[in-house]
């Protein structure tokens, strides 16, 4: 029997080739987009599970919550002090390691120097987060302070070999070179970390650590990881720590108050496996999954293979006619109901398992595409616990009987005395036409609202691309580490030979760059108001502002020839006493300072107008001590600009030049960029041969910025493409079995008198009202989720109606090609052959 | 074999009430040959699908067997059709999507019939009406005769006791209509009830008894002489 229901399937199928592509076609690209997106999920949510015990491992993250705006944010940043406090209170707690990535110069294996990441761990770490070694022991890989563990790249790629136990890494910092015994080599992670660290040595505390750090609570410096004993659960420290962090954390005087150090933190210990999903900001790899794009993405993957199913059905009924004169004869011959479903049921099941063919090829060849797109290292395989085999042959026999069960239970409707009557097709039973109408108006609803989901997106990637960022993006060069120990001395040197090169206009020391991701902010109060206002405050050079190609709305620039405008307090490099700092910050207060601010720092000021804040005094609280402020007169107001993402709001900034920490060097030049940079580059090289050249062009810095907003666009359009084929796959099949059905009914129009003109007209507008109802559906969807997505950022394109009729044009515009060439095929038909096919 | 008393089958529509079927009193025994005649619209169709449980009776008796079946439900009706009755239509509604071989061999697909006695028996039933040479072809490859000889062949596999025939001979021409008639007659000969909706004067007299009917209601029935 069954094999009769297989050669009527195969039979059925080689005869309807239209039908076949149709379902075989849309099925497959439903089940392939749902298998990347399945192995897409897996990678995304396997993070950290290669860690041995990883089920007792925990990473502490803080919550810090901003009192005045009440923001909060969740990082995975937290105090050294935490982590030892957190440790000693809770016995459930087996060993803890607080960690902290330095970025140093070393010398690579020819000699040069390279940055490279080393990250400094407490003695626990390889008990904690437990890994392969190849050569060495975890247990006494950090006991030396003066040796390192790494990992297999690096070995090979520093030594040329794995086993590189012995040999010596060389660290160059201003103090001169310090060697590094290689203890231990690891295997390399795998992608799927939220940690990286190629290199590994032991914490010092007072070298590594800041004295002051020690038993600080709010310098969130570093990660911090716990293991808790077997058979402990984390839930009871979670509900313990608000307590606990209010009991422990040490206090300061403010304005006669006693305030906790942690009053505005709080903590939590998050399964290692959560942490790459669990939203925090500051992952040490930079490495962070998003559970929100995660849904989506998987609820567009169903919402295609949805469609693919809505197309099965829909066909099927349409076709169900044809099928009717099989059914019933099945059933004068003795089958029962139960087994005609059965029948159609193994029919889905045999076009959904050559789908599945189709998409497990589609699968295999796009991995690689995928694998580099998504900067991932998907596995795949069909066997074993993760293997592709299980959930495939499921998501086989899924597809197949939701989509088959319809039609199963439909064709099986007829009563066979009435279809084999005359040997004609049985009339339709009603309500069936309207159901296939709503699953197309749905079909296209989900097509059109992906469509302006992607236009939205690339408008607003435009935008932020191409608006005014208030400055001169191009023929800038921003060059990084200036406030490296063997270079800082060298700061001006390197900034005068610099100027020299040929093609460089100007340049400026500078603590803001371009897509930097430090802050400062300091506290300003206005004369006659009683509360402080706190603004970005950065230290620039002179000539800043013109190297940035800023505008100057009133006022002057910062410049040499003014005396005020150096507010530095004039110490020497390192080396001061405490008396000789408060002397020099006296002086500072005495004769005050010259400062530069923004348009949004003068309205946050209260000024009317740019004009009206020049000459103005503020009083900046940017010395040591608190609560004393140096006079600041405003001499020049800057236009706003966005030198990092477009986010974040405008940041308020007070620009000073105070020679302070100034890691970024801005190079304003003419002519051809990659010889500019030649040229900058040897002069780096002539002056600072033990620092790395780090340097980028700021409009390729700027683009940088979008690269996941860009992912995402793009993931949005491959979507909406899969969605429209899938959809108009679906309206070519219906229209073609609705006008053979019709066949008859436009011959007789036809006798009528009615034109070619007249009957595609007719069909086409058959076929395009679904799709003009479904922008019903998807209007106020795609409008509320845009919104909602361009609310992240502050600079973005109104949301008007040119997306909405372009998607809704564009959609229209592909139905009715789809249907047209059809409908005038069967219109053009000799009307007398039609009439005589009955 | 069966008995039909006061059986009635009405149509209804919104609006419309039509009585297809009035009070109709039929016995049927076992090995007759019966022609059902009458013009069209009068209810031949309708009373040839009753007695084949194709459709419900709105009021009265039927007895098939002895046994009451008016009011059975749809699962208990195709178990006695396919126990029972064998179909042939004017339309022969063969598969296309099947050789001629497998549409015979589907009338034993639903009755749990091993593979090889299938085979057997339609072997055997396709030699008894001369279209073994045609078993694997389409049915869009054969004439309608032939045709119509796979439906006879489709019919009669599963050896059932009732044949019913709706105007058999309707789509063929004289020659192949009068083969398809002798072929009914043989099964007759052999022990088969055939029940037969004509319109032919000529194949109506290869029945044994002939029902006239009109607007729903048996006119007269007459006898044949043997």
């Known amino acids: 029997m069954w094999r009769n229901y297989a050669t009527v399937a195969f039979r059925s199928l080689a005869k309807n080739r239209t039908y076949a592509v149709i379902n075989i076609v849309g099925l497959a690209i439903g089940i392939a987009a749902c298998l990347l997106i399945l192995l897409y999920v897996r990678d995304q949510t396997s993070f950290d599970r290669f860690v041995g015990e990883h089920e007792r491992v925990f990473q502490l993250q803080a919550t810090n919550t901003d009192t005045e705006t009440g923001s909060s944010e969740t990082i995975q940043n937290t105090p050294y002090a935490v982590v030892h406090a957190l440790a000693k209170d809770f016995d459930a707690i087996e060993s803890f390691a607080y960690t902290h990535n330095d970025q140093p110069v070393i010398r690579d294996r020819t000699g040069a120097p390279v940055q490279e990441t080393i990250m400094e761990v407490e003695p626990a770490f390889f008990w904690i987060f437990k890994i392969p070694f190849i050569h060495g022991d975890p247990r006494t890989a950090l006991k030396d302070p003066n040796s390192v563990a790494i990992d297999e790249s690096t070995a090979r790629a520093m030594f040329g070999t794995d086993a590189a136990v012995g040999r010596t890494i060389t660290q160059l910092s201003s103090e001169g070179p310090s060697d590094y015994r290689v203890s231990a080599v690891y295997a390399d992670l795998p992608r799927s970390s939220h940690q990286a660290f190629g290199i590994v040595r032991r914490l010092v505390e007072g070298t590594d650590i800041h004295p002051d750090q020690v038993n600080a609570w709010g310098w969130f410096s570093g990660t911090s990881y716990v293991k808790l004993k077997p058979g402990q659960s984390v839930d009871p420290i979670n509900a313990q720590l608000d307590a606990w962090k209010e009991r422990v954390a040490p206090r300061y005087e403010a304005a006669g108050k006693s305030v906790s150090e942690a009053a505005q933190s709080t903590f939590k210990l998050v399964p290692l496996a959560d942490v790459y999903l669990s939203g925090a900001d500051g992952s040490p790899s930079g490495r962070r999954g998003n559970a929100t794009t995660i849904a989506v993405f998987a609820g567009l993957a169903v919402l295609i293979l949805a469609m693919a199913c809505v197309n099965f059905t829909n066909l099927a009924t349409a076709r169900a006619s044809a099928r009717a004169r099989e059914v019933s004869l099945r059933k004068v011959l003795g089958a029962d109901r139960s087994q005609l479903i059965g029948q159609f049921l193994t029919e889905s099941l045999i076009v959904t398992a050559i789908a599945t063919m189709l998409a497990l090829a589609v699968v295999e060849l796009s991995l690689p595409w995928l694998r580099s797109w998504l900067g991932a290292d998907i596995a795949f395989r069909y066997l074993g616990t993760d293997g592709l085999l299980l959930p495939t042959v499921g998501l086989t026999l899924l597809v197949g009987v939701l989509a088959g069960l319809y039609p199963a239970f439909y064709l099986t409707r007829f009563r066979p005395a009435e279809v084999l009557k005359a040997n004609k097709s049985s009339a339709e039973p009603g309500g069936s036409g309207r159901l296939r109408n709503t699953l197309v108006v749905v079909q296209f609803a989900i097509s059109i609202g992906l469509i302006i989901c992607t236009v939205v997106v690339y408008a607003q990637l435009t935008h932020v691309r191409t608006m005014d960022p208030g400055f001169d993006r191009e023929g800038v060069l921003q060059i990084d580490n200036l406030e490296r120990g063997q270079v800082k001395p060298l700061a001006e040197t390197l900034q005068r030979e610099i100027a020299r090169v040929p093609g460089v206009r100007s340049s400026a020391l500078t603590s803001i760059g371009i897509s930097t991701s430090n802050t400062s902010n300091l506290g300003v109060t206005l004369p006659g108001h009683a509360r402080e206002l706190v603004l970005g405050a950065y230290s620039v050079d002179h000539g800043f502002a013109e190297t940035m190609g800023m505008r100057l709305l009133a006022g002057r620039t910062l410049s040499r020839d003014h005396a005020l405008d150096d507010a530095s307090l004039g110490l020497p490099p390192d080396n001061f006493t405490s008396e000789q700092q408060r002397a020099a910050e006296e002086a500072l207060q005495r004769r005050g300072i010259n400062v530069m601010v923004n348009e949004s720092s003068a309205r946050q000021m209260g000024f009317r107008s740019p004009a009206e804040a020049i000459g103005k005094q503020i009083s900046m609280s940017m010395l040591s001590r608190d609560g004393h402020g140096v006079p600041a007169t405003i001499v020049g107001v800057l236009g706003d600009t966005r030198f990092r993402s477009a986010h974040r709001e405008v940041e308020d900034m007070i620009l000073f030049r105070n020679g302070g920490w100034l890691p970024y060097l801005e190079v304003r030049f003419d002519g051809d960029p990659a010889a500019v940079r030649e040229r900058v580059e040897a002069v780096w090289k002539r002056l600072a041969p033990d620092v790395p050249f780090d340097a980028e062009f700021a409009d390729e810095r700027a683009a940088g910025l979008y690269a996941r907003d860009e992912a995402v666009g793009q993931m949005f359009a491959g979507f909406a493409i899969l969605a429209v084929i899938v959809g108009c796959l679906g309206l070519f099949g219906l229209a073609a079995f609705t006008t053979e059905r019709r066949t008859k009914e436009i011959g007789i129009r036809k006798v009528l008198g009615a034109r070619t003109r007249d009957i595609v007209r007719l069909l086409v507008w058959q076929f395009s009202r679904p799709v003009l109802l479904a922008n019903l559906i998807a209007w106020p969807i795609a409008w509320w989720a845009m919104r909602d997505w361009l609310n992240g950022f502050d600079a973005r394109v109104a949301l008007g109606p040119t997306p909405f009729l372009l998607a809704s044009g564009g959609a229209a515009a592909i139905a009715v090609a789809t249907v047209a060439t059809h409908a005038i095929r069967v219109a053009r038909a000799n009307p007398v052959g039609a009439l005589r096919y009955e | ?226």
């Open chain 2, 1 to 226: 074999m069966l008995s039909m008393r006061n059986l009635s089958r009405v149509y209804r529509t919104d609006t419309v009430e039509t009585s297809a079927l009035d009070q109709i009193d039929l016995e049927i025994a076992s090995g007759e040959f019966i022609a059902i005649m009458g013009p069209s619209g009068c209810g031949k169709s309708t009373l040839l699908n009753m007695i084949g449980l194709l459709d419900s009776p709105t009021s009265g008796s039927y007895r098939f067997d002895g046994e009451e079946v008016a009011g059975l439900p749809e699962a208990k009706l195709a178990g006695i059709r396919k126990r029972s009755i064998g179909f042939i239509f004017q339309s022969f509604n063969l598969v296309d999507e099947l050789t001629v071989r497998e549409n015979v061999e589907l009338a034993l697909l639903y009755h749990g019939i091993g593979a090889g006695e299938r085979a057997r028996r339609v072997d055997a039933v396709m030699d008894k009406v001369g279209i073994a040479h045609r078993a694997r072809h389409r049915p869009s490859q054969l004439s309608g005769g032939q045709q119509q000889r796979v439906a006879v062949a489709r019919a009669v596999v599963a050896a059932p006791k009732l044949i019913l025939a709706d105007e058999p001979t309707g789509n063929l021409d004289t020659v192949h209509g009068e083969e398809v008639m002798r072929m009914l007659q043989l099964l007759n000969a052999e022990g088969t009830t055939v029940v037969m909706v004509t319109h032919s004067p000529a194949h109506a007299d290869y029945a044994q008894r002939v029902v006239n009917m009109l607007d729903g209601r048996i006119l007269q029935e007459r006898r044949r002489a043997a």
